[in-house]
């Protein structure tokens, strides 16, 4: 099992920042993605960002060029610096993570998600 403890989310203005982190603990293979997804109100939990424990970064395409995803491997957390903040960011935000074999294949059973934390930007 993993458990995962998101931290950062809250208010901001439109332009503005947050951070988001999230630590992970428990059974977290040396290969492994971690990223965000986010579910506004009445719709689909949606990709966000996710890198793997080699660094290799995806991004959704709304949010590419103002978010960005890192992560500490000595701590296995993640972070996502959001900057110029849309009032469609808003949504709450899950930290995920996924296990893999050595040849990258992630394991179904090995999904794990966060509680979520709220993102709420006003215009």
């Known amino acids: 099992q993993v458990q995962l403890v998101e931290s950062g989310g809250g208010l901001a203005q439109a332009g503005g920042s947050l951070r988001l982190s999230c630590a992970a603990s428990?059974?977290?293979?040396?290969?492994?993605?971690m990223g965000w997804y986010r579910q506004a109100p009445g719709e689909q939990r949606e990709l966000v960002a996710t890198i793997t424990s080699f660094g290799n970064t995806d991004y959704a395409d709304s949010v590419k060029g103002r978010f960005t995803i890192s992560r500490d491997n000595a701590k296995n957390t993640v972070y996502l610096q959001m900057n110029s903040l849309k009032p469609e960011d808003t949504a709450v935000y899950y930290c995920n993570v996924r296990n893999a074999d050595d040849r990258g294949v992630y394991f179904p059973s090995h999904n794990y998600w966060g509680q979520g934390t709220q993102v709420t930007v006003s215009s």
């Open positions: 428990g059974s977290i293979f040396r290969i492994n993605a």
